[in-house]
């Protein structure tokens, strides 16, 4: 897992602002919220990311990320 | 014999498909899904959350080479929002069957027709395979037949209600004048609600509520799917005529002076 770095940005993370390393991809961030990027769907500001794409994509400050999954419902 | 009950080119066995919502716990509901037959089942699209990310998602605990998992975009108020919710879905799930839900009021939880028919356009367009949850109303479902959808699902009852089957006679009508599967998606309450909705003709029924909130959903699921197979055996045996007044049953000849 990559090392917090001091220098870090703001983004928002499934509606929550999230202080992220600065030039972290969308891999590292899963990555540091402890998530399997195999069970989750990534949205980057508004656009899907794959997960082969995951690690190509880094976050800006602003970005808002989804991150979601499928749970019980009818 | 009964004909292939076949969606979006997938064939199945079992014309009940069942939620995976409202369960106590998972256990309940992946033994209630096994009790119900079903080979289709929804599940809902939403965030992670941050704060429990140990916690198994669904799939650990269906696995998808048995059941076609069905996304809704249960929740969603605009054509847009179920748009982005079916494209996510379709991410999560590696398949490109959506129940498309544009709900138009918070106490009914109704559709949205005019939403409806506007996502339903686009994501066919799309590839995906739409099943269209919609209320009895027959121009809506014509509608939404013209526009590709693999499947139309008018309502029994309101989502959640348990009232039953209210209106026999549009969904009869629905089934007659559509070529696409007609599937009957919410408000039965229990088995007999089943049965009268398949005795109506239709393809088949999707419900969640009436298994997950019974006392005991396992039971539930499994008078469930005998009510499903006996109603659509007893669609297919054709029911008798109603009369209103009595015909005897037994020999009026042959009696004692």
């Given at each position: 897992m990559k090392q917090a770095t001091s220098e870090t940005i703001d983004v928002m993370v499934n509606g929550e602002p999230r202080a992220v390393?600065?030039?972290?991809t969308l891999l590292e961030l899963l990555g540091t919220l402890g998530l399997d990027p195999r069970a989750v769907v990534v949205e980057h500001n508004r656009r899907i990311v794959r997960r082969p794409a995951l690690g190509d994509v880094s976050v800006a400050p602003g970005d808002a990320i989804e991150l979601v999954h499928f749970v019980g419902g009818g | 014999m009964d004909t292939p009950f076949t969606i979006g080119g997938r064939t199945f066995q079992s014309?009940?498909?069942?939620?995976?919502?409202?369960?106590?716990?998972t256990e309940t509901m992946v033994r209630a899904i096994e009790a119900s037959g079903a080979e289709i089942v929804t599940v809902a699209v939403r965030r992670v959350d941050l704060d429990r990310t140990h916690e198994a998602s669904i799939l650990h605990h269906l696995d998808p080479?048995?059941?076609?998992?069905?996304a809704n975009t249960a929740g969603c108020y605009t054509a847009d929002e179920a748009m982005r919710y079916a494209r996510l879905g379709r991410e999560a799930g590696f398949n490109e069957f959506v129940k498309l839900e544009v709900i138009g009021d918070q106490e009914t939880l109704l559709p949205d027709v005019q939403g409806l028919l506007e996502a339903?356009?686009?994501?066919?367009?799309?590839?995906?395979?739409?099943?269209?949850?919609?209320?009895?109303?027959?121009?809506?479902a014509l509608k939404l037949?013209?526009?590709?959808?693999?499947?139309?699902m008018p309502l029994a009852s309101p989502i959640g209600s348990g009232l039953g089957l209210l209106h026999p006679l549009w969904i009869r009508t629905i089934k007659r004048r559509l070529k696409a599967p007609v599937v009957v998606d919410a408000g039965v309450g229990t088995a007999s609600d089943a049965c009268v909705t398949m005795e109506q003709g239709v393809d088949g029924i999707l419900m969640n509520t009436a298994?997950?909130?019974?006392?005991?959903?396992?039971?539930?699921?499994?008078?469930?799917r005998l009510a499903v197979e006996a109603?659509?055996?007893?669609?297919?045996?054709?029911r008798m005529p109603r009369r209103e007044v009595a015909l005897p049953s037994s020999p009026t000849e042959g009696m004692l002076d």
């Amino acid at each position: 897992m990559k090392q917090a770095t001091s220098e870090t940005i703001d983004v928002m993370v499934n509606g929550e602002p999230r202080a992220v390393p600065a030039g972290a991809t969308l891999l590292e961030l899963l990555g540091t919220l402890g998530l399997d990027p195999r069970a989750v769907v990534v949205e980057h500001n508004r656009r899907i990311v794959r997960r082969p794409a995951l690690g190509d994509v880094s976050v800006a400050p602003g970005d808002a990320i989804e991150l979601v999954h499928f749970v019980g419902g009818g | 014999m009964d004909t292939p009950f076949t969606i979006g080119g997938r064939t199945f066995q079992s014309r009940l498909m069942v939620g995976t919502g409202k369960y106590q716990d998972t256990e309940t509901m992946v033994r209630a899904i096994e009790a119900s037959g079903a080979e289709i089942v929804t599940v809902a699209v939403r965030r992670v959350d941050l704060d429990r990310t140990h916690e198994a998602s669904i799939l650990h605990h269906l696995d998808p080479k048995r059941f076609s998992l069905l996304a809704n975009t249960a929740g969603c108020y605009t054509a847009d929002e179920a748009m982005r919710y079916a494209r996510l879905g379709r991410e999560a799930g590696f398949n490109e069957f959506v129940k498309l839900e544009v709900i138009g009021d918070q106490e009914t939880l109704l559709p949205d027709v005019q939403g409806l028919l506007e996502a339903a356009k686009v994501l066919v367009k799309e590839g995906f395979q739409v099943l269209a949850y919609t209320n009895e109303d027959l121009v809506t479902a014509l509608k939404l037949e013209d526009a590709g959808c693999a499947a139309v699902m008018p309502l029994a009852s309101p989502i959640g209600s348990g009232l039953g089957l209210l209106h026999p006679l549009w969904i009869r009508t629905i089934k007659r004048r559509l070529k696409a599967p007609v599937v009957v998606d919410a408000g039965v309450g229990t088995a007999s609600d089943a049965c009268v909705t398949m005795e109506q003709g239709v393809d088949g029924i999707l419900m969640n509520t009436a298994i997950a909130a019974a006392r005991d959903p396992v039971a539930m699921a499994h008078a469930m799917r005998l009510a499903v197979e006996a109603g659509r055996a007893a669609f297919l045996a054709g029911r008798m005529p109603r009369r209103e007044v009595a015909l005897p049953s037994s020999p009026t000849e042959g009696m004692l002076d």
